[in-house]
């Protein structure tokens, strides 16, 4: 059985730094592009940025420059390093197997002063 948990969201300020992490437990890990996704009230969810099996990446324009997601296959983890964040980042983050009907149960990010 396949399960996503993710973990690190929390309330920061502006100009601020998070990392979130998903574990991923079931499935084949490192043959699995993975992403992470972000729905904000109201809001339709949307991706902020997905890697390949072989660490490719891709990213939302909103999350150039300010974004990393890394992952490490030993530890079954995908990684989003957010910094400079802002309050229009405040959503809850969750972490999906591209192409699949797994999704993690999401974590919140608030950004306010």
């Known amino acids: 059985q396949v399960q996503l948990v993710e973990s690190g969201g929390g309330l920061v300020q502006p100009g601020g730094s998070l990392r979130l992490s998903c574990v991923a437990s079931?499935?084949?890990?490192?043959?699995?592009?993975m992403g992470w996704y972000r729905q904000a009230p109201g809001k339709q969810r949307e991706l902020v940025a997905s890697i390949t099996s072989r660490s490719s990446t891709n990213y939302a324009d909103s999350a150039k420059g300010r974004f990393t997601i890394s992952r490490d296959n030993t530890k079954r983890t995908v990684y989003l390093q957010m910094n400079s964040l802002k309050p229009e980042d405040t959503a809850v983050y969750y972490c999906h197997i591209e192409g699949s009907i797994f999704w993690g149960q999401g974590t919140q990010v608030t950004v306010s002063s």
């Open positions: 079931g499935g084949i890990f490192t043959i699995t592009a």
